[in-house]
C-alpha cells in the first residue's frame, strides 16, 4: 500500500520496477475480501473477530490465528519470524499501531492506479485474504502490469513457496539490467 501511494505521489526518478504483494488498492476491498471469508468460519470464530479483543482477548487471538492459519500463512507449524510478528502485532502485550494504522477505512489507490509508470509485478495467493478480485484492481489499472497468483500460498508466498517466490521476483527485477 504505501509502495503504491509512494509511486504515484512522487514518480520517484530511478524507480526501474515495483513489486506489489498481497497488497489491496483500497481498505475497503481488503476488508470486503476479509468479510467474504470470514462467512466461511464457524460462527464462534466470526463472532470474536467481529467483535474485537476488547471483549475477549483471548477469544479474538485465537480466532485470529485461525483465520490467519487459513488465509494468512498455510504453513503448520507457523515459522518461527511468522510466530514473532503475530505475537507483536496480536499477542496479549502486543502493539496494535501498525495493524490499526493498516485499517485506516478511507484509503484508496483506485482511481489512480493508472499513475504508477514503472513496470509492476503484482502476487497473490490462491487462499490469500486479499483475493482476486482485489489484485485486479492494480492488474487492470496499471498499464502492462504483470500478475503471479501463487497457487499453493495465502497471504504469505514468500515463507510458502519461498524458492518460487524468490525466482519470480528476481527474474522480474532482473529484466531491468
Known sequence: MLAAEFVVRLHPKGLQRLVITNSPA???LRAKSTND???KFPQP???AIAEGEVKDGQAWRDA???FYARHGCRLQ???AEVLDTFAYSFGANGDRTVFRAGLTRDWSIVDRVNQVDVPTLVINGQYD???DYVMETYVNGIPGAKWVK???SSHMPFWEEREKYMEVVRGFLDECK
Request: glycine letters at 0%; proline letters at 10%; hydrophobic letters at 60%.
Open 150 to 152: 501463487f497457487e499453493e
Open 37 to 39: 471469508l470470514l462467512k
Open 77 to 79: 507449524p507457523f515459522p
Open 45 to 47: 470464530v466470526q463472532d
Open 129 to 131: 485474504f486479499v483475493q
Open 64 to 66: 485470529m490465528m485461525a
Open 26 to 28: 483500497a481498505v475497503a
